[in-house]
Antibody
């Protein structure tokens, strides 16, 4: 079955760029039936959708983060990545990658999630 | 910041029915499908309901979803101890993003 696994530094300094990668196993990231998505959750708080990418490279981002977020895909490695620039302590959170069912594009159906990775922003 | 509003908590005794509301607007719930997620302590969220009222394979029929206008609700019937978790609603928004609800903690008394 399809599995997702996040990887990347657990500690990032303020003002630097947070970089995470999600590796997809058990299936192809190139399938046209899915978007590939990043979500985050600060400790003790709710979920925040960061953005998504289609295998073609087309992206959608949360308007509140759009100026700092870049999501990219590497189909040859079956991976997609997140870059969040100019981080502050407010970006400290568990970051999840997830697969989103397409549903014609207007979809919030995240059917497979990674286990999540904790990223702390601190000097 | 969440644009879908949920009550912070809900509770019930085993066997009872618990309902969680999710209030949005015409730009999200009013014009798009609603999804519900269950997050057990220390784990990633799990898709519980999709397309307003559809259960993915493996989700017990004790869980049901509904939508009316700009609001939606999740009902848990026959409440069990293993249902104690955080529950989130979600919907596509016309701002070209997904909005999550504020989350509801369900406690089994």
């Amino acid at each position: 079955q399809v599995q997702l696994q996040e990887s990347g530094p657990g500690l990032v300094k303020p003002s630097q760029t947070l970089s995470l990668t999600c590796t997809v196993s058990g299936g192809s990231i190139s399938s046209g039936s899915y978007y590939w998505t990043w979500i985050r959750q600060p400790a003790g708080k709710g979920l925040e959708w960061i953005g998504r990418i289609y295998p073609s490279g087309s992206t959608d981002y949360n308007p509140s983060l759009k100026s700092r977020v870049t999501i990219s895909v590497d189909t040859s490695k079956n991976q997609f990545s997140l870059k969040l620039s100019s981080v502050t302590a407010a970006d400290t959170a568990v970051y999840y990658c997830a697969r989103s069912l397409h549903y014609g594009g207007r979809s919030g159906a995240l059917d497979i999630w990674g286990q999540g990775t904790m990223v702390t922003v601190s000097s | 910041q969440s644009v879908l509003t949920q009550p912070p908590s809900a509770s019930g005794t085993p066997g009872q029915r618990v309902t969680i509301s999710c209030s949005g607007s015409s730009s999200n719930i009013g014009s798009n499908y609603v999804y519900w997620y269950q997050q057990l302590p220390g784990t990633a969220p799990k898709l519980l309901i999709h397309r307003n009222n559809q259960r993915p394979s493996g989700v017990p029929d004790r869980f049901s979803g509904s939508k009316s206008g700009t609001s939606a609700s999740l009902a848990i019937s026959g409440l069990r101890s293993e249902d104690e978790a955080d529950y989130y609603c979600a919907a596509w928004d016309d701002s070209l993003s997904v909005s999550f609800g504020t989350g509801t903690k369900v406690t089994v008394l």
